[in-house]
């Protein structure tokens, strides 16, 4: 359990994505403080639960064991509205409830850091309690970690279909695992229908093995998480890819932060592409 510093409400921030979800493009934030003058942060603490993952997952399917994990990760934000007349006070709580949607949360104590999660509840709130702090509880279970802002990358350009691309990357952090996101570009003059993307670190193998793409020269396709969850987009009209996703392919490609991770791309088509990870710490 750690206690938050809370001299700085501006530091302390929900993230947004404007229009379609872009997450390598540059992030919207808006601060506590901005929200309304009538909010105080009067006090933060952060919390974890542990458990272990009871099913196992061999090898040849992609999957990883974990055993003991983080099960999801807590702050609980208490907040005082500096208002006692009924309807002014039902008006924050609006402002709060829309700014708590957000998603992805900083803090002063972490900086360069984020959570990836949502608010589970605001506790009681009533006008009656106006002179009692709110309790705001956010909870990441998905990706029960914080996620660095800066990432590491690395592009290429796959031209030898038979042979495939061996790269290598290694995100910050010293999390247990993040998450790999990519982006690939047909540079060929057929369809890009299949792809296979595998990351190893170790004994730890995940991979995705997509079929029927449709992806037309010049045209591209981007996995990535948007609030811990898997989105897989063709570019640039931006049409869900999920359903070709096949039965081999595991839940996530994963990587483990702070070690050299490698991955290999096997393609239908010469492609351009750029993988990258936001590490995870503790």
Not at 13 to 29: E, I, Q, S, V
Request: contains cysteine; neutral net charge.
């Amino acid at each position: 359990m750690r206690n938050g510093n809370t001299d700085s409400l501006t530091q302390l921030r929900g993230r947004t994505y404007p229009g379609r979800p872009r997450p390598m493009d540059a992030h919207l934030w808006t601060n506590l403080m901005d929200l309304d003058p009538r909010l105080a942060l009067t006090g933060a603490v952060e919390s974890e639960e542990i458990g272990s993952i009871t099913e196992s997952y061999g090898k040849a399917e992609g999957r990883a064991w974990y055993g003991t994990v983080r099960k999801k990760l807590t702050v609980s934000l208490q907040v005082h509205i500096k208002c006692w007349e009924p309807r002014a006070y039902m008006d924050v709580i609006e402002k709060l409830q829309g700014w708590a949607g957000s998603g992805q949360l900083y803090v002063s104590w972490r900086p360069g850091e984020s959570l990836e999660g949502r608010f589970t509840g605001f506790g009681t709130h009533s006008p009656r309690d106006w002179a009692k702090p709110l309790t705001l509880t956010y909870t990441a279970a998905r990706l029960p970690y914080w996620v660095r802002d800066q990432a590491e990358a690395v592009s290429g350009q796959l031209m030898n279909i038979s042979q495939g691309a061996v790269l290598a990357l290694t995100p910050g952090g010293d999390g247990p695992y993040c998450f790999l996101e990519g982006e690939c570009w047909n540079l060929g003059n057929g369809m890009l229908d299949q792809m296979a993307v595998t990351a190893m670190t170790g004994e730890q193998v995940t991979n995705f093995t997509l079929d029927g793409l449709g992806i037309s020269p010049g045209q591209g396709m981007r996995f990535f998480y948007e609030k811990g969850w898997l989105r897989i987009m063709r570019l640039p009209d931006w049409t869900t890819l999920l359903p070709c996703r096949t039965g081999r392919s595991s839940d996530d490609l994963l990587l483990k932060p702070g070690v050299h991770n490698t991955l290999h791309l096997m393609a239908s088509q010469p492609c351009r592409f750029t993988f990258s990870s936001h590490g995870t710490c503790r």
